[in-house]
């Protein structure tokens, strides 16, 4: 995870807007990078040892659009990041340089696998799980459905064994996803399994 760093002299209220902006609001990323380039990789500590950048943020809710924008700025592609982002070249040579990186975690201590749901290819995730990224089986199956990525839910209910009772932050499990958001196919799918709604 990227440090805060100690000698910013960045307005904390102004890093933490931009890290906000950064889960989901591409024009205010842009325009604030633009007033001040140095929230690029200045990270928001939510609380002692939970810190994260912009690109953090992007990562763990699968916002490709404002990842690729703030690497294009600068923004260091970290391995969460390249999972997210379906980047297999990026993953091989993070892996080739650090094997031990497979148990990889981004901001809030998100793992590997919950960010490779949303790049919706099956085949990544099944090579990192069997690689042994196997936590966060469950938000990796609630991130594929989020995402419309049947392929990569349909992997997971096969081969993992993610709580199919577990719900979200906002108290959603995959199949109130999947409903809510007219996935009818990963409706289906997850029924077959036995998902009930909350």
Not at 141 to 167: F, H, I
């Amino acid at each position: 995870m990227t440090d805060i760093n100690p000698l910013s002299t960045l307005d904390k209220d102004l890093v933490r807007e931009f890290v906000i902006a950064g889960h989901g609001n591409l024009a205010r990323v842009r325009e604030m990078l633009a007033d001040e380039p140095a929230l690029l990789n200045t990270a928001n500590e939510w609380q002692p040892g939970d810190a994260e950048t912009a690109v953090q943020a992007a990562a763990h809710v699968g916002n490709r659009d404002i990842a690729e924008y703030l690497l294009a700025q600068g923004a260091p592609l970290e391995l969460c990041t390249a999972a997210m982002l379906g980047q297999r070249d990026e993953i091989e040579r993070a892996l080739a340089a650090d094997p031990d990186a497979i148990h990889a975690r981004g901001a809030h201590g998100i793992p590997l696998l919950s960010h490779a749901a949303f790049s919706g290819d099956a085949a990544l995730v099944a090579s990192l799980y069997e690689r042994g990224a196997t936590d966060g089986q469950t938000m990796a199956l609630s991130n594929a459905v989020s995402a419309g990525r049947k392929a990569v839910a349909a992997w997971l209910l096969e081969n993992a064994d993610p709580d199919l009772a577990a719900t979200n932050y906002q108290g959603k499990t995959a199949l109130d996803i999947a409903v809510e958001s007219g996935y009818d196919e990963i409706a289906a799918l997850l029924r077959a399994y036995g998902a009930e709604t909350a």
